[in-house]
């Protein structure tokens, strides 16, 4: 069970790390890079080269202001591609959310919310979840966990108005 996170810049690493954080705490091995579309295209290259053939199943991308990373990464492979548009603009990465959606046809990237790497995680996790069990079981196990902390905080609230 493999994962790639590629970001483009140091500056987004604290972003990007709770996605990592999540990932490994569902037993996936997670490849981090930071790799530029604009400043380090050839590295982008032969890594995308490197995970089309070494078992990685799913690749997060995080960008911002132009965001070309997502699209970049999607053109060199047919794994799923998913974009995490980044603030730090400003435009506060509504450019980048803009950028990574308007993907052109035939070269879909699947996009999460600004800032939103925990979302991408978990999107991931789905993704592999169709082909491992053990991810499946722990996320329906995760989603049950959050129902029942969800009812009991609107049992709280009930009995407090009543």
Request: glycine content about 8%; aromatic content about 2%.
């Amino acid at each position: 069970m493999k994962a790639a996170i590629i970001m483009g810049s140091t500056s987004d690493l604290a972003k990007v790390e709770p996605a990592v954080g999540i990932l490994k705490d569902y037993g996936v091995e997670v490849t981090v890079r930071c790799l530029s579309a604009h400043r380090a295209h050839a590295g982008l290259s032969a890594f995308m080269e490197e995970i089309n053939g070494d078992g990685t199943e799913v690749v997060i991308t995080a960008a911002g202001m132009a965001a070309a990373l997502p699209g970049v990464v999607a053109s060199q492979t047919v794994l799923p591609v998913i974009g995490v548009p980044l603030s730090g603009s400003v435009l506060d990465g509504m450019d980048a959310l803009m950028s990574i959606v308007q993907m052109p046809s035939g070269i879909p990237v699947a996009t999460v919310a600004i800032n939103g790497s925990k979302n991408a995680a978990y999107l991931a996790l789905q993704i592999m979840a169709v082909k491992h069990d053990s991810i499946r079981e722990k996320l329906l196990a995760e989603r049950k966990s959050m129902e029942e902390a969800a009812m009991k905080a609107n049992e709280e609230v009930t009995a407090k108005f009543q």
